[in-house]
């Protein structure tokens, strides 16, 4: 079955940043459903590709209402991100879901961007753009989102298609609000503007491409706030 790339959308730009989960199984329940923020339905339901699979979620509301933050050590140095559990609790209990089962754990960072958009992509277990962890889930805390330096946001192929790619923003940057931000990073910003500064190879386009300082995760650790 063909892979599906995610865009991110820059006002008339467009420009891949890839992180797909694929196309999502007809006919198959989701495992696991309930209502997060403004009202949205937190159903996390079964998609392909199904990389490093670790099983699909099953939304526990009390526990997604915990707050908590997120260490990634990385080859560059440690990122640290408070979960907005409050905004988009569907997509904070997602990453802990796979965060607490080792999914990012010996992945990489696949692509930089330094012109137009300044985001650093994560959460491919494959590397190349295309891959998922076996279950995508609904878009939220999009009214009036703006990405400015230091925010956390999942990458998609469209509306509610999350899956495991997200990326970080390293310099102010517009986007159309279609991007669920999911997080704020409280230390690292200094790696991820290092990172940037190394530049990438330009492999996708000018400004867009593999980064030349590799960001190697080695693992994500979840902590109480």
């Given at each position: 079955?063909?892979?599906k ?10 420009l ?22 403004a ?21 526990d509301?009390?526990?997604a ?5 997120a ?7 440690a ?18 879901f ?6 990012f ?10 012109q ?6 994560c ?53 159309s609000?279609a ?5 704020r990073?409280?230390?690292g910003?200094?790696v ?33 706030r």
């Amino acid at each position: 079955m063909t892979r599906k790339h995610w865009a991110l959308i820059a006002a008339a730009t467009v420009l891949p940043l890839v992180a797909s989960t694929g196309t999502a199984v007809a006919d198959t329940p989701s495992t696991g459903s309930g209502t997060g923020a403004a009202g949205v339905t937190c159903a996390y339901t079964p998609a392909v590709p199904a990389d490093n699979f670790k099983g699909i979620p099953v939304f526990d509301a009390r526990k997604a209402a915990k707050p908590y933050k997120a260490t990634l050590k990385t080859s560059q140095g440690a990122i640290t991100f408070q979960a907005l559990t409050d905004k988009a609790p569907c997509t904070t209990f997602s990453f802990r879901f796979l965060a607490e089962r080792d999914y990012f754990d010996r992945s990489h960072c696949h692509r930089l961007t330094t012109q137009r958009l300044f985001v650093l992509q994560c959460g491919d277990p494959t590397g190349t753009g295309s891959g998922g962890p076996g279950y995508s889930f609904p878009d939220e805390n999009l009214e009036g989102a703006t990405y400015p330096a230091g925010t956390v946001a999942m990458a998609n192929a469209g509306p509610d298609t999350n899956g495991s790619q997200f990326f970080f923003v390293w310099k102010d940057t517009k986007l159309s609000p279609a991007y669920t931000p999911f997080g704020r990073v409280t230390e690292g910003l200094d790696v991820l503007r290092r990172i940037a500064a190394g530049g990438e190879d330009d492999q996708n386009s000018p400004g867009d491409g593999f980064p030349t300082l590799p960001v190697n995760i080695r693992n994500v650790k979840i902590s109480a706030r």
